[in-house]
C-alpha cells in the first residue's frame, strides 16, 4: 500500500511540475521538453498502477501506456540537447525521435509484456520479446543524453555547470528508483524500498534547473525543507513520549508545539543556509569582491565581471546593470547602479521571494559595485581630460606652426602671382589655382588650430540646410527637413560644417562624369530619441578603403585637390557641440555622412 500511495503523489506531483515549467517557459531553456518529459513519466506511472486500480483486466490499456517509454525518452534526449547549448544538428534529433516513435508503435503493434502478481508491488508487468526491443531503445535514448550531459558539464562554467550536475544528479537518483522495480522483477526476497524515493525525482529534476533561473524556487524550496524538518521533529516528539514515566496526549502535544516554537529559527537558518550558501559577508569577501572588480575599465566590463561574482556566490543568476544600461532578462533578480546626484547608488529588483541573507549580500555588493563604478568614472574623466589636454597641446603647436607658415609663404606667393603677370592666360590661370589652393590650405590649417568658443543659440536646422543647399546645384533634400529642426548651437560653426560638407559632395559628385546622376547631393534629416541626425549623400565614387579608418583626422582628402582638413574641422564642430561625425551606409547612394545632434529628448 504505501508504495501505491507514493506512486499516486509521484504522479500528481510530476504533473504539477509540468504545469509550472509549462508557466515559466521563457526562463528555461527546453523547459517545454522537459515538461513533456514529465507528462511521459506520468504516463508511466499510470500504466504501471492501472491493474493495481482497476484489476488485472485493464492488462492491454496498461501494456499501451507503457509502450510509450522509448517516446518520452527521446523528449529526454531532445531537452538535454537544447539545455546544454549542444550543437547536433536537426538530423540527430530527428534520428532520436524516429527511434523513439518506431520503437513506441513496434510495442504498441506487439504485445510487449504480461502482468504477474509481486508480493510486495502487485500486478507489474514482465516484458515479452517486443518489451526488451522497447527497452533497448529507452535504453539508447536515456544513455544519449546522459552522455550529452556529462560532456557538457566537463566544459561548462558557473552557474551552468552546477545546473548541468543537478540534472545529471537527478538522473542517477532516478535509476535508484528505478532498482525498485528491478528487484520486483527478478522476485527477489526483499521489499523494493528504492522506489520509495521516486517522487523525490521530478523535484530534483526540476528545483535543479529552476534554481539558478528562478528565484521563487529557491524560497519555495527554503518553505518546504524547514517544514519537512519540523514535521520530522514533530514525528520524532511524538515516537519519544512513550518513553516518558507518565502517559499524556497533552504533555505530549505541548512537548512538540515547545521543540517546535524553540526550534523554528535555528532550523529556518538551517534551511536558509542549505539552500542559499555564503549568506554571511566577511571583511575579507568584501575584499575579495573590491579585488574582483578592479580590473574593470568600464561600465560594460565592470556589469559582466560583478554578474558573474554575485552569481557565483548566491548560487542564482543575477544581472547587473551599471549607468542606466538596458536590462536583457528581466526575469532574473536585478541589481542596478546609477549615477545619483552627489553619488553613485545600487538598488535591487526582482529580490521579492528572496530571504534575507542573500538581499544582504547583494545590498553589500552593491556597494562594493557603487564603489567600483566611481573609480571607472573617475578613471574615465582623467583619461577624457589626458587626451583633451594632448588635443590641445597638439592644437597648439599646430596653430603656432601654421601662423608660422601663413606668415612666410605669403609674399613669396604674392612675388609668384606677380612673376607670372605677363605669361599666357592658361599659365597665369593654373598658378593663379595652385596659389589659391595653398591659401586655403593655410587658411583651414589656422582654423583648425586656433582655439573655439562656442556661442550656441537656439538655431532651426532645417532652415540653416534649406539656406546652405541653396548654393549647391542639384541637390534635393527630403521630407524630414520639410519642418523645423530646433537645436541649440553656434550657427556660424554649423554653417562652416554644412559649408564643408557640401562642398566634399560638390567635388565628389564632379567625378562621376557621364553618370546617369552625376552631380546629384541628398540632404535629409531624422529624429531619434535624444538626438537629431542630419544626412549629406551623394553618388560620387564613394571613399576608398584606405582612408576609412583616418577619414575625419587631418589631411585625409578624397579628392586630389582638397586640403585634407575639411572633415577634421567637421568632426571638432561636431565634437565641441557634443554631437559627432560619422561615415554611414544609406541605399542607394554611394557615400553619406550622418551629423548628430544632441537634443533635450
Known amino acids: 500500500m504505501l508504495i ?55 492488462e492491454r490499456a496498461s501494456m499501451a501506456l507503457l509502450a510509450t517509454a522509448p517516446f518520452t525518452s527521446a523528449f529526454f534526449f531532445h531537452f538535454v ?25 513496434a510495442s504498441e503493434c506487439l504485445l510487449p509484456a504480461y502482468l504477474v502478481h509481486n508480493r510486495y508491488i502487485g500486478w507489474i508487468a514482465l516484458p515479452y520479446a517486443a518489451g526488451w526491443i522497447a527497452s533497448t531503445a529507452w535504453v539508447v535514448l536515456g544513455g ?17 555547470f552546477s545546473q548541468i550536475a543537478a540534472v545529471a544528479a537527478s538522473c542517477l537518483w532516478g535509476f535508484v528508483c528505478l532498482t525498485g522495480y528491478g528487484m520486483a522483477v527478478l522476485d527477489l526476497p526483499c521489499y523494493p524500498f528504492p522506489l520509495l524515493g521516486l517522487p523525490l525525482y521530478p523535484v530534483i529534476l526540476v528545483y535543479g534547473i529552476l534554481r539558478y533561473g528562478v528565484f521563487v524556487a529557491n524560497a519555495w524550496a527554503r518553505r518546504a525543507l524547514v517544514w519537512t524538518l519540523l514535521l520530522a521533529l514533530g514525528a520524532a516528539i511524538v515516537a519519544l513520549t512513550p ?23 535555528p532550523i529556518r537558518g538551517f534551511a536558509e543556509r542549505l539552500v542559499y550558501p555564503g549568506g554571511t559577508v566577511s571583511a575579507g569577501d568584501l575584499q575579495a569582491w573590491r579585488v574582483a572588480l578592479q580590473s574593470a575599465e568600464t561600465a560594460d566590463v565592470l556589469a559582466q565581471q560583478a554578474s558573474a561574482v554575485l552569481s557565483r556566490r548566491i548560487g542564482t543568476r543575477v544581472a547587473v546593470t551599471i549607468g542606466g544600461q538596458p536590462t536583457v532578462d528581466t526575469a532574473v533578480p536585478r541589481l542596478s547602479t546609477t549615477r545619483g546626484p552627489e553619488a553613485w547608488t545600487t538598488e535591487l529588483a526582482g529580490w521579492d521571494a528572496a530571504p534575507p541573507g542573500p538581499r544582504h549580500v547583494a545590498e553589500l555588493f552593491g556597494s562594493v559595485v557603487a564603489e567600483a563604478a566611481a573609480r571607472v568614472e ?6 577624457a581630460r589626458e587626451r583633451e589636454r594632448q588635443l590641445q597641446a597638439r592644437l597648439a603647436e599646430l596653430g603656432s606652426l601654421a601662423a608660422t607658415v ?17 605669361t599666357p592666360p ?22 583648425y588650430a586656433k582655439p573655439w568658443k562656442l556661442a550656441p543659440t537656439p538655431l532651426d536646422l532645417a532652415a540653416q540646410v534649406r539656406r546652405a543647399a541653396m548654393r549647391l546645384p542639384d541637390v534635393s533634400l527630403g521630407d524630414g527637413l520639410a519642418g523645423e529642426l530646433p537645436i541649440e548651437a553656434d550657427a556660424r560653426r554649423v554653417e562652416q560644417a554644412l559649408t564643408n560638407l557640401f ?70 564642430i561636431m565634437a565641441a557641440h557634443g554631437g559627432s561625425v560619422a561615415l554611414t551606409e544609406r541605399a542607394p547612394w554611394r557615400t553619406c555622412f550622418t551629423l548628430t545632434f544632441p537634443t533635450a529628448s
Not at 504516463?43 to 491493474?51: F, H, Q
Not at 518513553?243 to 529559527?265: D, M
Request: charged share 15%.
Open 406 to 422: 601663413a606668415h612666410d609663404i605669403r609674399n613669396p606667393l604674392n612675388i609668384i602671382a606677380m612673376a607670372v603677370a605677363g
Open 378 to 383: 573617475q578613471t574615465q574623466q582623467i583619461a
Open 503 to 572: 562642398e566634399n559632395a560638390r567635388v565628389a559628385v564632379a567625378d562621376v562624369g557621364d553618370d546617369a546622376r552625376a552631380g546629384h547631393v541628398h540632404v535629409d534629416a531624422e529624429s531619434v530619441p535624444g538626438a537629431l541626425l542630419l544626412h549629406v549623400c551623394d553618388n560620387g565614387p564613394g571613399v576608398p578603403d584606405e582612408i576609412r579608418a583616418r577619414l575625419f583626422e587631418p589631411f585625409a582628402s578624397r579628392s586630389p585637390g582638397g586640403t585634407g582638413l575639411g572633415l577634421a574641422i567637421v568632426a571638432r
Open 144 to 160: 544519449a543524453g546522459i552522455a550529452v550531459l556529462l560532456t557538457s558539464m566537463l566544459r561548462a562554467q558557473r552557474p551552468a
Open 426 to 447: 592658361d599659365t597665369r590661370r593654373e598658378v593663379a589655382d595652385q596659389v589659391a589652393r595653398i591659401a586655403n590650405l593655410t587658411k583651414d590649417l589656422l582654423d
Open 243 to 265: 518513553l516518558l514515566p507518565f502517559e499524556s496526549r497533552w504533555v505530549g502535544g505541548l512537548a512538540v508545539a515547545a521543540s517546535c516554537l524553540a526550534l523554528n529559527g
Open 81 to 105: 540537447v537544447v539545455f546544454c547549448g549542444v550543437r547536433l544538428g536537426r538530423r540527430t534529433i530527428a534520428a532520436g525521435y524516429v527511434l523513439g516513435v518506431v520503437s513506441t508503435l
Open 4 to 58: 501505491h500511495l507514493t506512486l499516486a503523489f509521484a504522479l500528481f506531483e510530476t504533473l504539477a511540475l509540468a504545469g509550472v515549467l509549462l508557466a515559466w517557459a521563457d526562463r528555461v531553456a527546453g523547459a517545454r521538453l522537459l515538461a513533456a518529459f514529465l507528462a511521459g513519466i506520468a504516463v508511466w506511472i499510470v500504466g504501471n498502477e492501472l491493474p493495481n486500480w482497476f484489476g488485472p483486466h485493464m
